[in-house]
T-cell receptor
Framework: AQKVTQAQTEISVVEKEDVTLDCVYE???????LFWYKQPPSGELVFLIR??????QNEISGRYSWNFQKSTSSFNFTITASQVVDSAVYFC?????????????FGTGTRLTIIP | DAGVIQSPRHEVTEMGQEVTLRCKPI?????LFWYRQTMMRGLELLIY????????DSGMPEDRFSAKMPNASFSTLKIQPSEPRDSAVYFC????????????FGEGSWLTVV
């Protein structure tokens, strides 16, 4: 069975600081997909990024960047120059693609608070 | 483009009443998921459908919960009778059934059973 661990329950940083959210996953499958979702105070789940297990290239999107390392089974998320609008709960998730097992398995989330 | 649409957004009901949550997936998507979010258990899958057929309902808590997908553009999650411990946010989500494709979530239905 697959598992996603987000060891950081809550993080607080002052605005403009950089912050990294950790995600460690477990699966025996060689083909899998990793995701990050953002849940702002309004409650919806917003898709941020998807990565497949064959692509370890890091990705940058504006102030957001993701570091995928298969050797350590990690898929970490960094926000550069944080802003108050980044305050939210962030979820890391894993998805396989086996018939009957296509769900997203979520971590427990990291609550990020940006202090103005 | 319209995203996943859920209704009602908020519902408060008395214990013992029937609750029906509704979902319209993104047009063209052929996989639909129902998730529940609570403080204690986080985000957990209740059931998912492929091409309107239930594939995995192992997360459905008990017989009080039932889900249907009569067509590609509509699904319901019903709780009868409701109990206070059913209070949670219920998310519907959909995706195109292609390997690893992104699952997109609705805004959630916030259910309170008193």
């Amino acid at each position: 069975a697959q598992k996603v661990t987000q060891a950081q329950t809550e993080i607080s940083v002052v605005e403009k600081e950089d912050v990294t959210l950790d995600c460690v996953y477990e699966t025996r499958d060689t083909t899998y997909y990793l995701f990050w979702y953002k849940q702002p105070p309004s409650g919806e789940l917003v898709f941020l990024i998807r990565r497949n297990s064959f692509d370890e290239q890091n990705e940058i999107s504006g102030r957001y960047s993701w570091n995928f390392q298969k050797s350590t089974s990690s898929f970490n998320f960094t926000i550069t120059a944080s802003q108050v609008v980044d305050s939210a709960v962030y979820f890391c998730a894993l998805r396989l693609f086996n018939f009957g097992n296509e769900k997203l398995t979520f971590g427990t989330g990291t609550r990020l608070t940006i202090i103005p | 483009d319209a995203g996943v649409i859920q209704s009602p957004r908020h519902e408060v009901t008395e214990m013992g009443q029937e609750v029906t949550l509704r979902c319209k997936p993104i047009s063209g998507h052929n996989s639909l998921f129902w998730y529940r979010q609570t403080m204690m258990r986080g985000l957990e899958l209740l059931i998912y459908f492929n091409n309107n057929v239930p594939i995995d309902d192992s997360g459905m808590p008990e017989d009080r919960f039932s889900a249907k997908m009569p067509n590609a553009s509509f699904s319901t999650l019903k709780i009868q009778p409701s109990e206070p411990r059913d209070s949670a946010v219920y998310f519907c989500a959909s995706s195109l059934r292609v390997s690893g494709n992104t699952i997109y979530f609705g805004e959630g239905s916030w259910l309170t059973v008193v």
